[in-house]
């Protein structure tokens, strides 16, 4: 295994970072109470021995997916702020300020790709550790748990048959001009038109217009697919190009507004599904299900978030959780004890059905288990914070592996927000205990 390039060498003309910043800062206690050696120990896994330059420290490649997280950045904003934030760069290990930056910022999207989501799960579970050393979180908090699911959309554009069919044009014509493929006609000016037709006469309630301009863009498309079809036919290095694209475009051809089964929302995503979660604003959502666990007590350092999970196919609730208990469960290493629902779980496949309270089901209950029952709904607010505040709103990383790692480092980046918040309230309360002296000078 090739080790990580360390290129951070003191400079005798630059005074340490440790010196310069405020100690007491809580991304500085952070820093220190992060088991950084796990991490390294954990992304050390996807290095292999070859040739071409070492990786990058693993402090580094973790520090950043934590910053971006917990503060709701992009990749290129992370970058501009870490060359501005001495905190930032003693977060991920830099010992003396620098004025450059260590990486390219896609070095971020590739190192995703590299470790997936079972090993970026590690930033998930190491937040948990350092709150339950730092008394943020107690052991029994992981035992009684409440779950829900929500929608992570994608970063698409709405769907409708008018775009998508003028999508699928513009792709296959630009494909075909990057290949070389010779087309009869493109149909791009007059695809364009018809597709912004369709949208004047559907708002404008010329419902019969709009159909025909609608199947003015099937037809041109349908000419356009056959057309590529016979160019490439007998070419198996064109047909390994085109066949993936082909086949997405035939599916927006022939696919209805009311038809069943899966349909393609997005050229560039196909596995987008539409949820329905009878919201009154948003009554359909593009994206996929992600299932969050979070301890159905109040811990001390706030609503954690125990398990994040994306769960493509849009399952039925009551289907996932089984497996996503038995996450939670390996992921925290304590088994959990009592499991609270909403309805939406109701005929569930977890092996201990005893210890699944459901809302509103009629069993006869103690004093603590009705007091936890009425907390269910805790977990609400802290899917508003994932969405709102740390990126599980609009997920812009490609692909089911995408969704599933948006998720993790969505959690994460919550969990090290809270415990900021928790170190920066343990301090204030330190300084408050101290007792004030008054200096000699102000005596009479």
Not at 175 to 203: C, D, F, P
Request: proline residues 5%.
């Amino acid at each position: 295994m090739s080790k990580p390039r360390d290129e951070r060498q003191k400079d005798l003309f630059r005074p340490a970072l440790d010196q310069i910043i405020d100690l007491g800062h809580p991304l500085v206690r952070l820093a220190q109470e992060i088991d950084w050696g796990f991490l390294e120990q954990r992304f050390a896994s996807v290095c292999e021995a070859g040739p071409g330059q070492p990786p990058l420290p693993a402090r580094l490649i973790a520090g950043l997916f934590i910053v971006k997280h917990m503060h709701s950045l992009s990749d290129e904003a992370l970058c501009a702020r870490w060359l501005e934030n001495p905190y930032y760069q003693y977060f991920c290990g830099e010992p003396a300020f620098r004025h450059e930056l260590p990486f390219d910022r896609s070095s971020m999207s590739r190192w995703r790709a590299r470790l997936g989501e079972e090993n970026l799960a590690a930033l998930l579970q190491e937040s948990l550790w350092v709150a339950h050393k730092t008394g943020a979180l107690e052991t029994k908090d992981l035992e009684r748990v409440t779950l829900d699911t929500t929608v992570q959309p994608k970063a698409i554009a709405h769907p409708t048959d008018a775009r998508l069919m003028y999508r699928a044009i513009e792709k296959l014509v630009g494909l075909a001009r990057s290949e070389g493929v010779v087309l009869r006609q493109s149909y791009l000016r007059v695809a364009k038109r018809a597709a912004i037709m369709v949208g004047r006469y559907t708002h404008a309630h010329q419902f019969k217009r709009a159909r025909r301009k609608l199947k003015f863009l099937r037809t041109r498309l349908g000419r356009l697919i056959r057309d590529i079809a016979r160019k490439i036919d007998g070419d198996g290095a064109l047909e390994a190009i085109f066949v993936p694209l082909l086949s997405r475009a035939t599916k927006v051809r022939q696919q209805d507004q009311r038809q069943r089964g899966r349909k393609v929302y997005a050229l560039h995503a196909p596995e987008v599904e539409c949820i329905a979660k009878g919201k009154a604003r948003t009554p359909y959502e593009f994206g996929c299900k992600v299932s969050v666990a979070t301890p159905v007590t109040s811990p001390k350092g706030g609503q954690f978030v125990l398990h994040a999970k994306a769960l493509h196919g849009n399952p039925y609730d009551g289907h996932t959780l089984g497996p996503v208990v038995a996450g939670l469960e390996a992921l925290t290493g304590i088994e959990t004890r009592r499991i609270h629902v909403d309805r939406g779980y109701r005929g569930h496949n977890h092996p201990h059905k005893f210890r699944v309270w459901i809302s509103g089901q009629v069993r006869r209950v103690t004093a603590s288990i009705r007091r936890e029952m009425r907390r269910r709904a805790a977990v609400e607010p802290v899917i508003g914070h994932l969405k709102a505040e740390h990126r599980m709103e609009r997920n812009y990383l490609k692909g089911p592996e995408g969704d599933r790692i948006n998720a993790v480092l969505a959690a994460a980046g919550y969990n090290f927000a809270l415990l900021l918040r928790w170190l920066a309230m343990i301090l204030r309360a330190l300084i408050s205990a101290l007792p004030r002296t008054i200096p000699a000078a102000q005596v009479i």
